[in-house]
């Protein structure tokens, strides 16, 4: 039963994958500006442009170049003909000039950064966020419960920039509570790691801690009045389990999906985060690729966000029928 | 006398979910009162430049007088506050804030709102096609609305944005604001329709099995005419509350988009662009963030709780009374 479902979407997903990434294509390569003339800087020469254009295929017809781009990620490309080749081994996303590397070079380097972030951040939101939602639950319409939900109200209103921002400004420039955002990684230099590390995730686990507080009372609220919970109270079971095994459960579908899907979005790069804090991760780089206008950097960076969230997707509701045995696998 | 006071009141009235829902609000205290921050904060918008000039205040001119020699911080207490500049005159050009503040609210408030109504229009039309059609119709748009929310939206935006902004312009816009600003309403729309066409759609799923529609099929309606003058009638609930939630979204998108240098072309104000020109002088000159800052949580925290609030007093589920 759980077998076929799993290959019919994992068939949707590759489908899903294949148009998002001719839209990725077309959305960065069929703009107004001539990508060539992009690829050197002030000293600049037609001549130059003219080889450049050549060596990066971009005087092919654009279909020609989404075969290559597609073909260059699964089996590898070579750039140019003659004695000026270079090889970019699978997978590869393309030769980024600004950067005089390859794309894959950039975002493998930026990767790690941008995961740490979300995990940390992530663990922070869903352990505040879900006990914070559970003990306004517990004591619904009580001064607890009003406090938490107005305390999330907030947080859930505030812009993340601004959160960012003030715990930039205050815990560092003020108050000097830790050194200036330098990011190092963890096997280096654990304590700067972990130093520059502690004010993103709790500005992004502020926000969203706030909302999962919200996501996870609501459902908790909702199922503690479904008819199963009045049978497990009328069988006699005691108040915790009734709570822990069969509200906290059937709730947990939608905070598993929400959870599996921002995690993912996450992944591919907290923009304004990366960005207050100087952390190299995907989000900066992709923001310096737009600055640039470096196309097969943003391009790239935005179908590796893409390709977070749909997997996510797949690996959700994997897990939705998994978690509640209600789901039908129909 | 007490028998017929009491059956007079006992008669069973039915109301119908609009009855209710503004019953319920009208007793929902933070629902009143946020509604009426909105209200004044529309006002505002409204007649902003009536308020200006009845203030004697300008967005734009520059008080260079009003700032010190060194550092050019305006002088006086609370960032410049005084009689002439009731919340005080900005660092480095001594625009009058207050005014700014008044000009901003209508640009960030037409942004939001315009935004919003794309978003509602685009995602009830392709959520109420795909429910109500079975099959292929349903599958190419639902896959649809999936693969969009698969995009990472600020990035798409960021990047998107001079492109549209210059195939607007190839289509007869006029360069500076009013081509930036149908952009940014653009963009920010293309990414919010999804959630709402999903949710449409699944209410869409379950209407169409009820006896109105078999009934309107029978005698022969046109589609279109099920689609919009029978099921959409029945839809308004949830979009509405959508709409609410919506706006305080966008206005927050505007704003982290101005932080990242997308915003209207100066001088004019929004409270994105005036939040993200006074970031800088944070430590030096708070009061100046803190003026734009506090109008727009106070417009993102009402929406919020009113949108909350909605969505309480539009529940079918709750007790009718």
Not at chain 1, 184 to 205: K, R
Not at chain 2, 311 to 317: N, S
Request: net charge positive.
């Amino acid at each position: 039963m759980m077998f076929p479902y799993i290959v019919r979407r994992v068939f949707v997903m590759i489908l899903m994958l294949t148009i998002l990434s001719v839209i990725t294509f077309i959305l960065f390569n069929a703009v107004p500006t001539d990508p060539a003339k992009l690829t050197c800087g002030k000293t600049c020469t037609p001549e130059i442009v003219a080889a450049n254009r050549i060596r990066l295929g971009l005087d092919q017809p654009l279909i020609v170049q989404y075969v290559e781009w597609i073909k260059g990620i699964f089996v590898g490309r070579t750039y140019g003909t003659g004695s000026a080749t270079f090889e970019c081994s699978a997978p590869c996303l393309g030769y980024s000039f600004r950067n005089g590397e390859e794309v894959t070079t950039l975002i493998v380097n930026a990767l790690p950064v941008t995961m740490y972030l979300a995990v940390g951040a992530f663990l922070l939101w869903m352990l505040v966020g879900i006990s914070m939602g559970i003990a306004a639950a517990k004591n619904h319409g009580k001064w607890q419960d009003r406090t938490i939900m107005s305390v999330s109200l907030i947080g859930y209103s505030l812009p993340v920039f601004f959160v960012g921002l003030l715990l930039l400004i205050f815990a560092i420039v003020r108050w000097n509570l830790l050194p200036y955002p330098n990011y190092e990684s963890p096997f280096d230099d654990p304590v700067a790691f972990f130093q520059t590390m502690l004010l993103p995730w709790v500005t992004l686990a502020i926000l969203y801690a706030a909302y999962y507080a919200r996501l996870t009372r609501s459902q908790m609220l909702e199922t503690m009045g479904e008819d199963f919970i009045r049978t497990a109270r009328a069988k006699g079971l005691s108040e915790r389990v009734v709570f822990r095994k069969h509200a906290f459960r059937a709730g947990l579908t939608p905070i598993v999906t929400s959870a599996g899907l921002d995690l993912a979005g996450l992944l591919g790069g907290a923009v304004i985060t990366e960005y207050i804090f100087s952390l190299p991760g995907l989000g900066r780089l992709a923001i310096g690729a737009v600055t640039d206008y470096d196309l097969p950097t943003i391009t790239a960076t935005v179908l590796v966000a893409a390709v977070f969230v749909i997997v996510a997707n797949l690996v959700v509701d994997i897990l939705y029928a998994a978690i509640d045995p209600r789901v039908r696998l129909s | 006398m007490s028998i017929a006071k009491a059956t007079k009141n006992d008669v069973v009235v039915g109301r119908t979910l609009r009855q209710l829902a503004w019953a319920r609000l009208r007793k929902d205290r933070v629902a009143m009162s946020s509604m009426f921050v909105l209200g004044l904060i529309v006002l505002i918008a409204i007649f902003g430049p009536l308020i200006s000039k009845w203030l004697g205040v300008n967005p734009y001119d520059f008080n260079t007088d009003l700032l010190s020699d060194a550092g050019s911080l305006p002088l006086g207490p609370f960032g410049g506050v005084s009689r002439d500049h009731p919340l005080g005159v900005e660092p480095l050009t001594g625009r009058d804030i207050l005014a700014r503040l008044l000009y901003g609210s209508r640009i960030s408030l037409f942004i939001a709102l315009s935004a919003t109504f794309v978003t509602v229009f685009v995602g009830t039309v392709v959520g109420i096609i795909a429910g109500y059609s079975r099959g292929r119709t349903d599958i190419v748009l639902s896959r649809f609305m999936d693969i969009t929310l698969a995009f990472p939206l600020l990035l798409v935006i960021i990047a998107m944005t001079p492109v549209i902004e210059q195939r607007l312009q190839s289509l007869g816009l006029p360069a500076g604001n009013p081509s930036r600003i149908t952009t940014l309403i653009l963009v920010l729309s293309v990414f919010g329709w999804p959630y709402l066409a999903r949710l449409i759609r699944g209410q869409v799923l379950s209407l169409r099995e009820r006896e109105f529609v078999e009934a309107a099929v029978s005698i022969g309606s046109s589609k279109r005419r099920i689609l919009f003058r029978e099921l959409l009638p029945n839809l308004w609930a949830p979009i509405l509350v959508y709409a609410t939630i919506a706006m305080p979204a966008l206005i927050g998108a505007e704003a982290a988009l101005a932080y990242l240098g997308i915003s209207v072309v100066p001088p004019t104000p929004t409270w994105g662009s005036m939040l993200e020109e006074s970031v800088g002088y944070f430590t030096v000159d708070p009061f100046y963030f803190f003026v734009p800052l506090s109008m727009l949580l106070a417009a993102v925290l009402s929406f919020n709780l009113l949108g909350d609030a909605l969505r309480d007093a539009l529940d079918p589920k709750a007790d009718r009374n």
